[in-house]
């Protein structure tokens, strides 16, 4: 998804779901949201009430920009002072702008909680104190009508016809975007699941280098226009883009917080971002060390794990989880919107 700097978008709401877990330069201020979990006793006001006024700077994962361009927009309705600017991109890219380029920046969203400590936590220079898990996805493969092999594609054979000459099948940078990484990891435990260890090898013969992008979002188009004919990407986006996607057994898709262990039997190379074990699909939320306004970002932060903000998320495809997960120094105004995350 580009990376360029946008301002808002429309607001969105649907029935919240919730996902029980186990085992992830701005000013003044807007009002807290209404408490879910343990923590400090919230305050009753709702997120619309003491509108803030200011900046505020959103950096998020390129499958954060339609919800959050929806959050956003609600968040500015209820905080007419308020100018939101945004910007959306891989998640490994958007958290080295914070730590590595110094960009200033209050609310980081990526699709990996784990990207915060292992990128922003260096004990000689740490770039967050805290992170929060609030929603969770799963990894599938999208795919449209015109896809090759698409009419006779099934849930047991979906892996057969995806390694078929001809096929060609997009994926993202493991190295920049968890994504990337994450359909590495689907493919190794599919390999387990189906009892055929030549599996991961047969897909990715029909994924070369050429139809690898610095975020799957950035290949949407592509797929939509018949270029490549399976895109590895979230369930969120196949719902939001109205694409076909493939029904992935929770064993292998990454969306069950109760099969952690069984995840954890796979680890994949990322590059630069060295070996990485599979775990559950969880998005973290954490506020940058330097950001210039904290205040108000702790204000956004309780909007997104509001009601209002969580059927937001809902509505674009995410399984919300509340109240969210919380490890680190979290901040007082957020405590009751959370619960410690398991140890295990």
């Not at 990891?185 to 990715?204: K, T």
């Amino acid at each position: 998804m580009s990376r360029a700097l946008r301002l808002g978008g429309m607001a969105a709401a649907a029935v919240v779901v919730t996902l029980a877990a186990g085992c992830s330069s701005g000013s003044s201020t807007s009002s807290a949201s209404t408490p879910a979990g343990t923590g400090t006793p919230a305050s009753s006001s709702s997120p619309a009430s003491s509108p803030a006024s200011g900046s505020l700077t959103v950096f998020g994962a390129g499958t954060l920009d339609t919800p959050f361009t929806a959050e956003i927009a609600a968040f500015e309705k209820a905080n007419p002072g308020v100018t939101v600017h945004s910007q959306f991109g891989a998640s490994g890219d958007m958290v080295k702008d914070v730590t590595q380029l110094g960009q200033p920046d209050d609310v980081l969203g990526v699709a990996d909680y784990s990207l915060i400590p292992k990128l922003m936590s260096a004990a000689s220079k740490p770039h967050a104190a805290f992170y929060l898990g609030f929603v969770s996805n799963q990894i599938t493969f999208a795919y449209t009508s015109h896809s090759k092999g698409a009419a006779q594609l099934t849930p047991s054979n979906w892996y057969k016809v995806l390694a078929e000459p001809g096929v060609r099948i997009g994926r993202s940078n493991p190295a920049a975007d968890p994504s990337g990484y994450q359909v590495l990891q689907m493919l190794q435990l599919a390999q387990g699941y189906y009892h055929d260890p030549g599996l991961s090898a047969a897909v990715l013969k029909n994924s070369p280098d050429s139809s690898v992008a610095e975020t799957e979002t950035s290949l949407l188009a592509a797929l939509q226009s018949g270029q490549i004919d399976y895109l590895a990407i979230y369930k969120s986006d196949a719902l939001e883009e109205h694409l076909k996607y493939i029904a992935l057994p929770a064993q292998i898709n990454l969306s069950d917080s109760s099969m952690a262990a069984a995840y954890a039997k796979v680890t994949v190379n990322a590059g630069s971002l060295g070996n990485l074990t599979a775990k559950p699909i969880i998005y973290g939320l954490t506020i940058p060390s330097n950001a210039p306004d904290p205040a108000v970002a702790q204000k956004f932060i309780s909007f997104v794990l509001s009601p209002q903000g969580q059927a937001i998320m809902s509505s674009n495809g995410f399984v919300v989880i509340s109240p969210a997960l919380a490890s680190g120094t979290v901040p007082a105004s957020l405590q009751a919107l959370t619960t410690p995350w398991p140890a295990t």
